[in-house]
């Protein structure tokens, strides 16, 4: 079965670092793109920025730029988002998606279930 | 950055209305649109690509159109399952940016 397992649910402080991890199964994790979205609180998607796991190449959205790290290990087919200083207003959902297309343009096929966020001093 | 700009915002039918969504585009991104359904506390799912073409296991009475700037998506018989959230979303380059989303909800 192809697949997306995301890592569970944070509870963090304002300052502090998180690293959130999501890992594909059942298809060539390294020659897919990976995305990942957030959903803040009763919020829609929001896209964050794209990976490809083969070659850690990297793309942001420019609301994004600079607020987070995307990385990827593809010895464990594993996509990152990292934090270096948290702030509340990253309480969110954020989830990862496969690109449909190994190359060119596509949506997103498979999703993983989410890592919920909390950010609260 | 290509913004998306989703209608209505909420969506109020019964079960067996025929309903529409509307997604636009700031600037030209061919057939490179998405929909997605997302129901409360669940990961999104997608139900079109490439405008038009629906995913396999998608019922037959969810259809897309449009190209360009201007996009649709027409539920043409609403059942119980299809109250839930719709998304549309480009991916003309390498970003995807999404619409704001809208509630289908039941009237």
């Known amino acids: 079965e192809v697949q997306l397992v995301q890592s569970g649910a944070e509870v963090k402080k304002p300052g502090e670092s998180l690293k959130i991890s999501c890992q594909g199964s059942g298809y060539s994790f390294n020659t897919y793109w990976i995305g990942w979205v957030r959903q803040m609180p009763g919020k829609g998607l929001e896209w964050m920025g794209i990976i490809w796991p083969d070659d850690s190449d990297t793309r942001y959205s420019p609301s994004f730029q600079g607020q987070v790290t995307l990385s990827a290990d593809r010895s464990v087919s594993t996509a990152f988002l990292q934090w270096s200083s948290l702030k509340a207003s990253d309480t969110a959902v954020y989830y990862c998606a496969r690109r449909k297309a190994t190359a060119g343009r596509d949506a997103y096929d498979i999703w993983g279930q989410g890592t919920m966020v909390t950010v609260s001093s | 950055d290509i913004q998306m700009t989703q209608s209505p915002s909420t969506l109020s039918a019964s079960v067996g209305d025929s309903v529409t969504i509307t997604c636009r585009a700031s600037q030209n991104i061919n057939s490179w649109l998405a929909w997605y359904q997302q129901k409360s506390g669940k990961a999104p799912k997608l139900l079109i690509s490439r405008a038009s073409s629906l995913e396999s296991g998608v019922p037959s009475r969810f259809s897309g159109s449009g190209s360009g700037t201007e996009f649709t998506l027409t539920i043409s018989s609403l059942q119980p399952d299809d109250f839930a959230t719709y998304y549309c979303?480009?991916?003309?380059?390498?970003?995807?940016?999404f619409g704001q989303g809208t509630k289908v909800e039941i009237k």
């Open positions: 979303q480009q991916y003309n380059s390498y970003s995807g940016t």
